[in-house]
């Protein structure tokens, strides 16, 4: 055990927030916390931290050479679910605990793929601008609008988040299938929803909707192919990470009608470039990597990141570790 008190830093996204719960969740540990704006790059996330004993991030990235140039480094903590700023290979390796928070906006991103999905069938974005601009049309414009009920809704990823949207369109009578190669067969069947192949999900479903975590498998998992075999009036929700769909090959889909639309949360490059061809595009409903938002929601991450980072600096198992192999026999831990 350190003679000092503990260092913890928070690096900010681009946004800013109120760290002042983490804080008090680690004051029993004792450990002070820093908080730092938003570094992008892995030299100035070492000379701004080299002392850490554990790092709260959102996005800045966490790579092998941050790691092994911050000695002291016992856990790095990601603000949420997804934990691709984190080189968690490198971090088992080191000895260092990785942990998410897996549970704390389930609902609010489910919430926002189905918001997705209702506004492109609705065409509620283009209504609304025609009707600001004087227009009354009386009717959804496109070619065809699909009832909902009865259509087929294909989910890549039937975590937490892709089985709670799973449960919001079964409410709204629509048929559910998904492909998700790690998840039992036991919740497939508890929540009705067909299991089929990235394959048969792409040629059969109406609105196809991402909720994997992003890794070196899932990297344009959606692609070209994936594309090719989906139906011309068929749509295209992400709401999982951007680098998981090949967005060139999405615009040329798009483009080509190969594909009716699309609705966007994230994306290959955050912030997105203004030159995007993507936001050209009327078939497209862009939104800025903020499915994930409600305010009770944001308010638990302080507390919540500062509760895991106390309970590894005081030598227990966090709730959440994103790599158990730093627990496995033989394994070793970077010393308290």
Not at 113 to 135: F, Y
Not at 147 to 169: D, K, M, P, Q, Y
Not at 304 to 316: D, F, H, I, S
Request: hydrophobic share 45%.
């Amino acid at each position: 055990m350190t003679s000092r008190p503990y260092h913890v830093y928070v690096l900010q996204g681009r946004g800013q927030r109120d760290y002042a719960d983490c804080q008090a969740a680690l004051a029993h540990v004792p450990a002070r916390m820093t908080t730092l704006p938003f570094l992008g790059k892995e030299d100035e996330v070492i000379d701004r931290t080299r002392d850490a004993d554990a790092i709260v991030v959102s996005s800045s990235p966490i790579t092998r050479n941050v790691m092994s140039a911050l000695e002291g480094l016992k856990t790095v903590v990601r603000t949420g679910v997804g934990y691709d700023v984190i080189d968690v290979p490198a971090a088992t390796e080191l000895g260092v605990i990785v942990v998410n928070i897996p549970d704390i906006w389930v609902r609010e991103v489910a919430n926002h793929a189905l918001s997705l999905l209702l506004a492109w069938n609705r065409k509620i974005v283009t209504l609304d601008r025609q009707v600001h601009a004087g227009v009354w049309s009386g009717t959804v414009p496109g070619e065809q609008t699909g009832s909902l009920h009865g259509e087929t809704v294909g989910i890549v990823g039937l975590g937490n988040i892709g089985s709670a949207f799973a449960r919001r369109v079964a409410a709204l009578e629509m048929k559910v299938i998904a492909s998700d190669p790690y998840v039992a067969p036991a919740r497939f069947a508890a929540l009705g929803v067909e299991r089929v192949s990235l394959e048969a999900l792409a040629e059969r479903s109406d609105y196809v909707s991402v909720h994997t975590l992003l890794n070196a498998e899932t990297r344009h998992l959606i692609g070209e192919a994936f594309f090719r075999r989906m139906k011309p009036t068929a749509i295209l929700i992400n709401t999982s990470r951007g680098p998981v769909v090949d967005e060139k090959a999405l615009a040329r889909a798009l483009q080509e009608k190969r594909l009716a639309g699309a609705g966007l949360d994230v994306w290959e490059q955050e912030p997105v470039a203004p030159d995007n061809p993507l936001l050209t595009m009327d078939t497209v409903i862009a939104t800025p990597h903020a499915a994930y938002f409600s305010s009770p929601a944001v308010a638990q991450v302080p507390r919540r990141c500062g509760e895991e980072v106390a309970r590894v600096l005081t030598g227990q198992r966090p709730l959440n570790v994103v790599n158990p192999e730093v627990y496995a026999p033989g394994a070793t831990l970077r010393r308290l």
